[in-house]
């Protein structure tokens, strides 16, 4: 009789204590959501001094306004059962931010037009892209990035590398394209550029 009540207490004891140190190896919990789905762009534009969104029918210098392309993206993570059939407290490592895993799309085009004209090269309508300067990588935007080039959740800064032609009405559309097919639109509002 000792032995099976011996046999029945190390069961008891034996099966909470083994689900807890299950769950010290790996927390099964996912603290935020790892990844992200881009669903529309954003093409911002900004003084670069006071650092301040441009509004429509503003006056800004070329050498002071500043872009960014930012995606509006949705966050999404797979969320692990916990195994086992008794609750169990985890201990799991601070969250980070979301999307810290990235995303499975890639940026296919990425092309920057102005709608007035810009200069004699740049009639309205056509890509500014060459006049546009990655900020991260001091670089000219290229119309068609690298393979395997992820969207940026961060954004995307950019700044106009030269003055137009002559001051007056601008605004720049932006055509975002990704490898998967989908393909997002965004305008600056109408402001004086000079």
């Known amino acids: 009789m000792k032995k099976t009540l011996s046999i ?3 069961l ?3 099966i909470p204590a083994g689900a807890v140190l299950e ?6 919990l996912t603290e935020t959501e790892k990844f992200f789905d881009v669903q529309g762009i954003v093409l911002n534009a900004f003084r670069a001094t006071p650092y301040q969104p441009v509004i429509s029918g503003e ?6 306004i500043r872009m960014e392309v930012r ?3 949705r966050f999404y993570s797979f969320r692990a059962r916990p195994s086992g059939w008794l609750p169990a407290a985890y201990a799991c490592e601070p969250s980070q931010l979301p999307g810290y895993s990235g995303t499975t799309e890639a940026l296919d085009s990425l092309e920057v037009r102005c709608v007035y004209a810009y200069d004699a090269a740049h009639p309205a309508g056509s890509s500014v892209n060459d006049l546009l300067v990655n900020q991260s990588s001091g670089r000219v935007l290229p119309a068609v990035p690298e393979r395997g080039t992820k969207p940026e959740l ?3 800064p950019l700044q106009l590398a030269q003055a137009p032609a002559q001051a007056g009405p601008q605004q720049f559309a932006l055509r975002y394209r ?3 097919g989908e393909t997002y639109t965004a305008r600056t509002p109408v402001f004086t550029l000079r």
């Open 59 to 64: 006056s800004v210098a070329a050498a002071d």
């Open 8 to 10: 029945v207490a190390l």
């Open 12 to 14: 008891l004891i034996g």
């Open 178 to 180: 990704l490898t998967n």
């Open 71 to 73: 995606p509006q993206a």
């Open 154 to 156: 961060n954004g995307l």
């Open 23 to 28: 769950g010290c190896t790996d927390c099964p």
